[in-house]
């Protein structure tokens, strides 16, 4: 059994639907094919969410009915024209009709209390992918391949209640995954399920943070023993850097799970970096692919890991984070301060991206942009004048990671790349390599992020 795993822009319109189509009939085994929202929807769903708390009650409904009908005229039409069978588009359209009304009904709800929990967001948010699974299903269907449609919920995938960014409960899901589709693939049919989105314990919907599809894909790869998770997308595979900042960004072939989750948790988009986890536990190679060009070779991740000739196999860059600096001669007499500091974050949800070597007086991380009001307020609230003298940030910079196995024991990389960043005029704020010695990680201003990138790209990958 293999799962074949679509992104936003495959699923982004009709056109590539039956690409999609396509491919998933192009495999002639098991298959559970997990789709992302149409490309945008996710964002408009979010928007409309966060747009709505905001207005007076008088003109709510107004709004929400305009909503309303974007989705379901974008979801309809593409329907239309993806299902040629006149039964099975007249089911799909119903069941779109009928999301669309529970859709407007939370919206409404959302706009009239003045009230957006994570956990109303989630649901609101939830109905990308529940959308497009019908989207999917329904033009596979048509098209003679037996196909049903299942939200993550009703794919067994069980995660806490963390919305927002839910963390599954790998031995509760487990069975439940294999209950719920193992008997749909066992009967010949391809099980279409939503990716990103899933339910705690009670049944509330959760989702697994952006871009969670790709996980999506590799619990089901994990829990179903599949022989391989593809990820289709829109680039070749995983490439030395992001093509949008350097076009001459060659295709990778092969990387270790361990490559592939630094680059990915620092910056390269292209894989969700939770999703190497599942994967490597089971051992399951996964498959970057391009549906727009599928004759392409695309990515291998597997266990082992290939030196090459370059060192550096790749450069990424992270954006929207910030600096956070705690600072106080106090700090030296607290013991274990940076474990509470840490110990608060974690409880509050929040995570750490890079820690900087502390001094006795100084702690230095960085976090997501949208985290650090949050964090702010609370390591005032306990640290302020109990240690901690002073909480300040540092705010638009950003993260650029240079990954490769061949970094392992090879002399000199740091200096050559710090050498090469001098060279661009550009000041390095901090540093940090991990342990493994398959990155090294350093934060620069923002605005200097995409020269860095191309420069490092040039003198160590091109040239
Ligand atoms: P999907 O919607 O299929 O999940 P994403 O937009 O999440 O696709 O990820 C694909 C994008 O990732 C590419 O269009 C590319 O701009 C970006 N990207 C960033 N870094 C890399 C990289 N190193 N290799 C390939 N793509 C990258
Ligand atoms: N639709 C979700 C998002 O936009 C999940 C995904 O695309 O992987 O983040
Ligand atoms: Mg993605």
């Known amino acids: 059994m293999i799962v074949m795993k679509f992104g936003g822009t495959s699923v982004g319109s009709a056109k590539e639907i039956k690409r999609v189509v396509e491919l998933v009939s192009n495999e002639k085994g098991d298959r559970v094919v997990v789709v992302s929202a149409m490309s945008g929807v996710t964002n408009s769903l979010l928007a409309a969410a966060n747009k709505v708390i905001e207005l007076p009650s008088g003109v709510v409904e107004k709004e929400v009915n305009k909503f309303h009908k974007e989705m379901l005229d974008k979801h309809v039409s593409t329907a239309e024209e993806v299902i040629a069978d006149k039964k099975v588009l007249g089911e799909v359209r119903e069941e779109i009709e009928k999301l669309a009304e529970e859709l407007k009904v939370a919206l409404l709800g959302v706009g009239y209390l003045e009230e957006l929990s994570p956990k109303s967001l989630d649901y609101v948010v939830s109905f990308g992918e529940r959308f497009s699974i019908l989207l999917v299903s329904g033009a596979l269907n048509a098209a003679g391949i037996k196909a049903?449609?299942?939200?993550?919920?009703?794919?067994?995938?069980?995660?806490?209640?963390?919305?927002?960014?839910?963390?599954?409960?790998?031995?509760?899901?487990?069975?439940?995954?294999?209950?719920?589709?193992?008997?749909?693939?066992?009967?010949?049919?391809?099980?279409?399920?939503?990716?990103?989105?899933?339910?705690?314990?009670?049944?509330?919907?959760?989702?697994?943070?952006?871009?969670?599809?790709?996980y999506t894909a590799s619990l089901l790869g994990r829990c179903l023993s599949a022989k391989e998770v593809q990820i289709w997308t829109d680039v070749d595979g995983i490439l030395s850097t992001d093509?949008?900042?350097?076009?001459?960004?060659?295709?990778?072939?092969?990387?270790?799970?361990?490559?592939?989750?630094?680059?990915?948790?620092?910056?390269?988009?292209?894989?969700?970096?939770?999703?190497?986890?599942?994967?490597?536990?089971?051992?399951?190679?996964?498959?970057?692919?391009?549906?727009?060009?599928?004759?392409?070779?695309?990515?291998?991740?597997?266990r082992e890991q290939e030196k090459i000739e370059t060192v550096i196999k790749a450069v990424a860059v992270h954006r929207n984070v910030d600096i956070v600096n705690l600072k106080g001669i106090g700090m030296a007499e607290t013991p274990n301060i940076a474990g509470k500091v840490f110990t608060l974050l974690g409880d509050e949800n929040i995570n750490i991206?890079?820690?900087?070597?502390?001094?006795?007086?100084?702690?230095?991380?960085?976090?997501?942009?949208?985290?650090?009001?949050?964090?702010?307020?609370?390591?005032?609230?306990?640290?302020?004048?109990?240690?901690?003298?002073?909480?300040?940030?540092?705010?638009?910079?950003?993260?650029?990671?240079?990954?490769?196995?061949?970094?392992?024991?090879?002399?000199g990389i740091a200096a050559r790349v710090f050498q090469a960043v001098s060279d661009e005029d550009v000041n390095i704020i901090m540093i940090a390599q991990g342990s493994s010695e398959v990155n090294i990680s350093f934060i620069v201003e923002e605005k200097d992020g995409d020269r860095v990138v191309k420069a490092l790209h040039k003198k160590f990958i091109e040239g």
Do not use: Q
């Open 148 to 214: 049903k449609a299942l939200t993550g919920h009703e794919a067994g995938i069980v995660t806490d209640s963390n919305f927002g960014r839910a963390r599954p409960l790998h031995s509760t899901m487990e069975n439940s995954v294999r209950e719920r589709v193992g008997p749909v693939v066992a009967e010949g049919i391809v099980a279409v399920v939503a990716g990103f989105i899933a339910a705690d314990k009670d049944a509330n919907t959760t989702t697994m943070g952006r871009g969670g599809s790709d």
């Open 243 to 302: 093509p949008k900042i350097v076009p001459e960004a060659r295709l990778i072939k092969t990387l270790s799970y361990v490559e592939a989750m630094d680059l990915a948790y620092f910056g390269a988009k292209v894989i969700h970096s939770k999703m190497i986890a599942p994967a490597m536990d089971a051992d399951i190679p996964v498959r970057i692919k391009n549906t727009f060009n599928p004759g392409s070779e695309g990515t291998l991740i597997v």
């Open 353 to 411: 991206i890079m820690i900087s070597g502390s001094s006795e007086s100084n702690l230095s991380f960085v976090l997501e942009r949208k985290d650090v009001p949050k964090a702010v307020e609370r390591l005032n609230e306990r640290f302020l004048g109990n240690g901690v003298r002073n909480i300040d940030l540092m705010e638009g910079v950003c993260i650029i990671t240079i990954v490769g196995v061949g970094m392992h024991g090879a002399k």
